[in-house]
């Protein structure tokens, strides 16, 4: 067990409908990222957030935004749902940004299914 | 080209052999390097991590590193039905701003046949 926790575990939801899904993050970790895993892919960086900013961002359109809470846990919400965005989304928390050897430890992932 | 690449097709072995999976990254810069396990419908588990040219032991897993040829590579010995997973291998990538995202292969499917 990696101490990162997620919710929920599945969602089913119809195109053009927003979602959020949420993470919290292992203790003493300031660091939480967030990936997209589509079947059969590595998964793909969304955007990494620390200390509650927005610390850098994959190759995602805006509709993917979301927010870090002072108590380390975090947002991923996705606007106007596509069907393309049926994936596993996994957040990963990290103790320090930017250290060479960041290990990021990742939660149980949320499966959304867009229909 | 892709800046982590793992290409071999789904590998079976039988139990007690020895797995060995590879992994090429583009990016000579990249320092950091981590080989997570994921089992199907799960999420990845990092089970090693290499930052040094050469060999690391853990248990029955052995990661290789060469920097000069750009790959990395993951031994699994004694190999257990409960290896059967797939295998992703991972490269740390400094962003703009001085943030470190994972870039992953897509990852190779390993079955354990009893």
């Known amino acids: 067990e990696t101490g990162v926790t997620q919710s929920p575990t599945h969602l089913i939801k119809t195109r053009g409908q927003q979602v959020t899904l949420r993470c919290s993050s292992q203790?003493?970790?300031?660091?939480v990222s967030w990936y997209q895993q589509a079947l059969g892919q590595g998964p793909q960086f969304i955007f990494q957030?620390?200390?509650?900013?927005?610390?850098g961002r994959g190759n995602f359109p805006p509709r993917f935004s979301g927010l870090q809470f002072p108590n380390y846990s975090s947002e991923l919400n996705v606007n106007a749902l596509e069907l393309d965005d049926s994936a596993l989304y996994l957040c990963?928390?990290?103790?320090?940004?930017?250290?060479?050897?960041?290990?990021?430890?990742f939660g149980p992932g949320t499966r959304l299914l867009v229909l | 080209q892709k800046e982590v690449e793992q290409n071999s097709g789904p590998l079976s072995v039988p139990e007690g052999a020895i797995a060995s999976l590879n992994c090429t990254y583009s990016?000579?810069?990249?320092?950091?390097f981590f080989w997570y396990r994921q089992y199907s419908g799960k999420s990845p588990e990092l089970i090693m991590s290499?930052?040094?040219?050469g060999d690391k032991e853990d248990g029955r897993f052995t990661a290789q590193l060469n920097k000069a040829s750009q790959y990395v590579s993951l031994l699994i010995r004694d190999s257990q039905p409960s290896d059967s997973a797939t295998y992703l291998c991972?490269?740390?990538?400094?962003?703009?701003?001085?943030?470190?995202?994972?870039?992953f292969g897509k990852g190779n499917q390993v079955v354990v046949i009893p």
């Open positions: 991972a490269a740390i990538k400094r962003g703009t701003y001085g943030n470190n995202r994972l870039a």
């Open positions: 290499i930052y040094s040219n």
């Open positions: 990963a928390s990290s103790e320090i940004a930017g250290a060479p050897r960041e290990t990021q430890y």
């Open positions: 203790s003493g970790h300031n660091t």
């Open positions: 957030y620390y200390r509650e900013e927005e610390n």
């Open positions: 990016d000579r810069v990249s320092q950091s």
